[in-house]
Antibody, heavy 121, light 108 residues
């Protein structure tokens, strides 16, 4: 069974950091680009970041560029999101998402259940 | 920047057909994907590349894309179709994904 399981969310103060992890299973992890998508409470979906299968390409939404860093460890079938200088605007459910065969073109065909990040003093 | 416009809500009676639109400048030239998000659940891909369905998605869910509007059509609507629906495409030049604002489908 194809599965993505996020962890690392929690309550954090503004200006602090948090690192999210995503454990993948059931598919050949290093064949696919991976992404983070977030959803603020009661709001729509927002793409956050993406990384190619070999980490050669990374992309960020304007709202997080310079503060967030995406990374992957193919040996561990894991995806990460390092989030620095967090603001209340970053409060959201963060989904780990699998892409298709072509990075930056295909649909998001597998979603995790998400990990909640709450930024509050 | 490119904007995807969806109606906030669509209501339909059981057994009828729901039509959810996603508007964008020359969207017909782009590949559009659609996701269903039931309350409290993660999104699920229901249509990719304008009109293809992943395995397990019923044939009564279909998609089309032409001109300035992509359309998700759900025929013979059931109570279980009540959900938020999002369109998605890629800005290929920047490798940025874009989502529509979402449409809440209510089954009357």
């Amino acid at each position: 069974e194809v599965q993505l399981v996020e962890s690392g969310g929690g309550l954090v103060q503004p200006g602090r950091s948090l690192r999210l992890s995503c454990a993948a299973s059931g598919f050949t992890f290093d064949d696919y680009g991976m992404y983070w998508v977030r959803q603020a409470p009661g709001k729509g979906l927002e793409w956050v970041s993406g990384i190619t299968w070999n980490s050669a390409g990374v992309d960020y939404a304007d709202s997080v560029r310079g503060r967030f860093t995406i990374a992957r460890d193919n040996a561990k079938n894991s995806l990460y999101l390092q989030m620095n200088t967090l603001t209340t605007e970053d409060t959201a459910l963060y989904y780990c998402v699998k892409g298709g065969d072509t990075y930056g073109l295909d649909a998001f065909d597998v979603w995790g259940q998400g990990t909640m990040v709450t930024v509050s003093s | 920047s490119y904007v995807l416009t969806q109606p906030p809500s669509v209501s339909v009676a059981p057994g009828q057909t729901a039509t959810i639109t996603c508007g964008g400048d020359n969207i017909g030239r782009k590949s559009v994907h659609w996701y269903q998000q039931r309350p409290g659940q993660a999104p699920v891909l229901v249509v990719y590349d304008d009109s293809d369905r992943p395995s397990g998605i019923p044939e009564r869910i279909s998609g089309s894309n032409s001109g300035n509007t992509a359309i998700l059509t759900i025929s013979r609507v059931e109570a279980g179709d009540e959900a938020d629906y999002y369109c998605h495409l890629w800005d290929i030049s920047s490798h940025h994904a874009l989502f529509g604002g979402g449409t809440k489908l209510t089954v009357l």
